[in-house]
């Protein structure tokens, strides 16, 4: 049912594709591997950074964990000063 569900947005998405108006850009997610590759540490190190409030904490994505690329470099460009989680 879900998949059906999708299939039909995705078919409805592209029927209308010439007339409909993207909301906002859509963000890139980044995973405990491509953060851990751009700060130089392990992804063990990510994990313990993020619940230790060193560096942005992310969001579950089920039982994933993913960083906004953005609030990422943000988080770089400010010096990656202590972070309190949010929610």
């Known amino acids: 049912m879900r998949l059906a569900f999708i ?3 995705f078919t409805m998405t592209q029927a209308n594709q ?3 108006q993207p909301s906002r850009p859509a963000s890139r ?6 953060v ?13 950074m993020a619940d230790d409030g060193l560096m942005p904490w992310g969001f579950k994505f089920g039982a ?3 960083w ?3 609030e990422i470099e943000r988080w ?3 010096g990656g000063k202590p972070c309190e989680r949010e929610g």
């Open 36 to 48: 851990s590759e751009l700060l130089g540490c392990s992804a063990r190190h990510i994990f313990r």
């Open 68 to 70: 906004n690329a953005e």
């Open 29 to 34: 997610v980044w995973d405990v591997h491509q």
């Open 7 to 9: 299939l039909g947005v």
């Open 18 to 20: 010439e007339t409909a």
């Open 76 to 78: 770089i460009a400010d």
């Open 64 to 66: 994933l964990r993913r």
